[in-house]
């Protein structure tokens, strides 16, 4: 069996509202508590402020840097594409390539007349 989670208490001096009983409190002393507590939500604020500008500068640092990473990937797929085009290019200009295309190209009609003709029956 697992043991009860305990709250967690704020023993911190920033946070020792959490701990104050304000029943007990003159209207003098809850006046100043709520002006402290709206000093301490407005410097919450500015931190939390702060912390989204570092967030959205990192998230442009990040997409900064992968954006350069797709341009370097798609230089890099450019110089692929290029050294495959360039093979292509060798190996039709090749002897055996033409002579294997030349042996080969008269039998295109007649397997196209031989499947018309398969087809008919």
Do not use: C, Y
Request: hydrophobic share 35%; charged share 35%; proline share 4%.
């Amino acid at each position: 069996m697992k043991e009860p989670v305990q709250p967690q208490v704020w023993t911190r001096p920033e946070r020792l509202h959490v701990l104050r009983d304000t029943d007990s409190m003159s209207e003098e002393e809850l006046r100043l508590e709520v002006w402290r507590l709206r000093d301490e939500l407005a410097g919450a604020e500015a931190s939390l402020a702060g912390l989204r500008a570092q967030l959205e500068g990192r998230q442009g640092e990040f997409l900064a840097t992968l954006e350069m990473s797709g341009v370097a990937n798609d230089d890099h797929l450019k110089r692929e594409r290029d050294l495959f085009r360039d093979q292509v290019e060798e190996m039709q200009a090749s002897t055996t390539w033409r002579i294997g295309r030349f042996v080969v190209r008269p039998s295109g009609p007649l397997r196209r007349l031989l499947r018309r003709s398969s087809d008919d029956l």
